[in-house]
């Protein structure tokens, strides 16, 4: 059983950024596409950016995207999120995500087999 751990939320302000990582306790990830999801009170979980096995393919949601780099480090068998120029929109619970059943980088969540347990980003104006 794959175990994913988050690191790195915080309450910045608007215009700060911040850098989540996740650590897999499992090498099995660097066969996964992975995934940041985050979920705002009240919403829908939604994905935020997904990542080949390899690194090289790459999606972004629009709201994000030119704002948030995702990458991997399977020497670590780590998952990075670098988010600039926060916006209070984006003040979520993140949830680091991985799975052997992607189809797609554009997939929802229920493709997705292992989660962490979420750190939350607050964000204020």
């Known amino acids: 059983q794959v175990q994913l751990v988050e690191s790195g939320g915080g309450l910045v302000q608007a215009g700060d950024s911040l850098r989540l990582s996740c650590a897999a306790s499992d090498r099995t990830v660097t066969n996964y596409a992975m995934a940041w999801f985050r979920q705002a009170p009240g919403k829908e979980r939604e994905l935020v950016t997904a990542?080949?096995?390899?690194?090289?393919?790459?999606y972004y949601r629009i709201s994000v995207k030119g704002r948030f780099t995702i990458s991997r480090d399977n020497a670590k068998n780590a998952l990075y999120l670098q988010m600039d120029n926060l916006k209070p929109e984006d003040t979520a619970a993140y949830y680091c995500?991985?799975?052997?059943?992607?189809?797609?980088?554009?997939?929802?969540?229920?493709?997705?087999?292992?989660w962490g347990q979420g750190t939350q980003v607050t964000v204020s104006s």
């Open positions: 990542i080949s096995w390899s690194g090289a393919s790459t």
């Open positions: 995500a991985a799975g052997p059943r992607v189809a797609g980088l554009s997939a929802g969540q229920w493709e997705y087999d292992y």
